[in-house]
């Protein structure tokens, strides 16, 4: 073997692992500073993605999980979605079943920290009258839509947000009292705009129950479960349209991801309309406030 191909093998010998381990040093720096920098958060759907956005501003990397346009209650995570939470500090969740996808956090050993923002809510109560007219115990997951408990949820992200990056402390509290403020502000809306107004409406699916609760309303539902995807059967609208008839209601809800075509049936029986009532499930352009008062306005103009 000549010296130029002795050289040769020599330079490779050291050339490789030197590549290597500067191709391994800079993904690891990257990553740490990542890491160092800002949390990295996955919410479940938007009114979480939007609260954890108030509380933790610039000093937190939130990633919204179910995509814009799609109704979560019966979304499934990808490949790629896990992946993504597998890299995050925390995820952000609403808890009482509405994520049906958890257990695969559990098959995939995630090392982060997950946030019931229920946690502190009294999540048992009596289901508000159906078309079914029955009272029975429920586990609704809609605790957002209530202003009162979306702000115990702003809390309980400000908490872990704190828990796991405690330099920054006041920063995520004074944030999350700034926000529960506004909240506060549309609580107090809400209560006396709807004050001295009739308390009966038809909701979509059952998901104003502790809206209603909240603010002495009675919801009665075209479809009793809490998952909109649920075909009515013809006594269920008939029963609906019996309903409006005796409460002499001239308005039906739908809701923006619903074929409005049932809630049309039945205000065309009762020579009503309908409109739009949130439950605010999926992403779009407008926050958590807007949304919540343009709901409070449709009402006002059914109920008041």
Same mark, same amino acid.
């Given at each position: 073997?000549?010296?130029?191909?002795?050289?040769?093998?020599?330079?490779?010998?050291?050339?490789?692992?030197?590549?290597?381990?500067?191709?391994?040093?800079?993904?690891?720096?990257?990553?740490?500073?990542?890491?160092?920098?800002?949390?990295?958060?996955?919410?479940?759907?938007?009114?979480?993605?939007?609260?954890?956005?108030?509380?933790?501003?610039?000093?937190?990397?939130?990633?919204?999980?179910?995509?814009?346009?799609?109704?979560?209650?019966?979304?499934?995570?990808?490949?790629?979605?896990?992946?993504?939470?597998?890299?995050?500090?925390?995820?952000?969740?609403?808890?009482?079943?509405?994520?049906?996808?958890?257990?695969?956090?559990?098959?995939?050993?995630?090392?982060?920290?997950?946030?019931?923002?229920?946690?502190?809510?009294?999540?048992?109560?009596?289901?508000?009258?159906?078309?079914?007219?029955?009272?029975?115990?429920?586990?609704?997951?809609?605790?957002?839509?209530?202003?009162?408990?979306?702000?115990?949820?702003?809390?309980?992200?400000?908490?872990?947000?704190?828990?796991?990056?405690?330099? #920054? $402390?006041? %920063?995520?509290? @004074?944030?999350?009292? =700034?926000?529960? &403020?506004?909240?506060?502000? +549309?609580?107090?809306?809400?209560?006396?705009?709807?004050?001295?107004?009739?308390?009966?409406?038809?909701?979509?699916?059952?998901?104003?129950?502790?809206?209603?609760?909240?603010?002495?309303?009675?919801?009665?539902?075209?479809?009793?479960?809490?998952?909109?995807?649920?075909?009515?059967?013809?006594?269920?609208?008939?029963?609906?349209?019996?309903?409006?008839?005796?409460?002499?209601?001239?308005?039906?809800?739908?809701?923006?991801?619903?074929?409005?075509?049932?809630?049309?049936?039945?205000?065309?029986?009762?020579?009503?309309?309908?409109?739009?009532?949130?439950?605010?499930?999926?992403?779009? #352009? $407008?926050? %958590?406030?807007? @949304?919540?008062?343009? =709901?409070?306005? &449709?009402?006002?103009?059914? +109920?008041?």
């Amino acid at each position: 073997m000549n010296t130029q191909v002795k050289l040769a093998i020599i330079a490779i010998t050291i050339t490789i692992p030197l590549v290597s381990f500067a191709v391994f040093s800079s993904d690891s720096n990257q990553f740490k500073k990542t890491n160092e920098s800002k949390l990295q958060v996955v919410s479940s759907f938007y009114p979480l993605y939007e609260f954890s956005q108030r509380v933790g501003q610039e000093k937190v990397d939130v990633k919204l999980l179910v995509p814009i346009g799609i109704e979560p209650h019966d979304w499934e995570p990808t490949i790629k979605d896990i992946q993504q939470m597998q890299k995050s500090d925390l995820i952000i969740i609403n808890g009482i079943g509405f994520e049906s996808w958890l257990d695969k956090l559990n098959e995939m050993n995630y090392q982060g920290v997950v946030v019931d923002t229920s946690f502190g809510i009294n999540k048992t109560m009596n289901k508000s009258s159906t078309s079914e007219n029955y009272a029975i115990k429920s586990r609704d997951p809609h605790i957002w839509i209530n202003p009162v408990f979306a702000k115990i949820q702003v809390k309980n992200i400000a908490n872990a947000f704190s828990n796991s990056d405690p330099k #920054n $402390e006041q %920063y995520y509290h @004074k944030n999350a009292a =700034n926000y529960i &403020n506004e909240l506060d502000l +549309l609580d107090s809306k809400i209560r006396t705009e709807l004050s001295g107004c009739s308390h009966d409406f038809i909701s979509f699916h059952d998901s104003f129950s502790y809206f209603a609760k909240e603010y002495n309303l009675t919801q009665h539902t075209i479809i009793s479960s809490y998952a909109p995807h649920v075909e009515p059967t013809a006594k269920t609208l008939e029963n609906v349209i019996n309903t409006a008839k005796d409460l002499n209601l001239k308005v039906i809800f739908t809701e923006e991801t619903a074929d409005p075509k049932t809630s049309k049936v039945i205000a065309n029986e009762i020579g009503g309309t309908i409109m739009v009532l949130s439950p605010l499930e999926i992403a779009n #352009n $407008e926050t %958590y406030i807007s @949304k919540m008062t343009e =709901n409070l306005n &449709n009402l006002k103009e059914v +109920l008041c």
